[in-house]
């Protein structure tokens, strides 16, 4: 099932399967295409969203990760040998 990444539900997981907007400026900070990415928190009201993407906690604004899709998958179908 995808999903925005503003509508993961907390502890909810899944690989990123598609970013909308420009990943040049998300890349460095590990938000990538295949990551594997777990809700830790989001703020109500256009506040931040923040994220497990492999073992570092990343924080995004509101705008940013509405453009991110995930396929969620909740610790199932990952791969096991990649790189996250």
């Known amino acids: 099932m995808e999903k925005r990444l503003t509508n993961l539900e907390y502890g ?10 420009s990943s040049q400026n998300l890349s460095p900070i590990g938000i990538r295409v295949g990551k594997s990415v777990k809700m830790i928190t989001k703020q109500p009201i256009k506040g931040p969203v923040v994220v497990m993407a492999g073992e570092v906690e990343v924080a995004l604004g509101i705008e940013q990760a509405k453009e991110i899709i995930v396929d969620v998958t909740n610790g199932q179908n990952e791969p096991k040998n990649r790189l996250r």
Do not use: H, R, S
């Open 12 to 21: 909810e997981t899944g690989l990123i399967k598609e970013i909308k907007a």
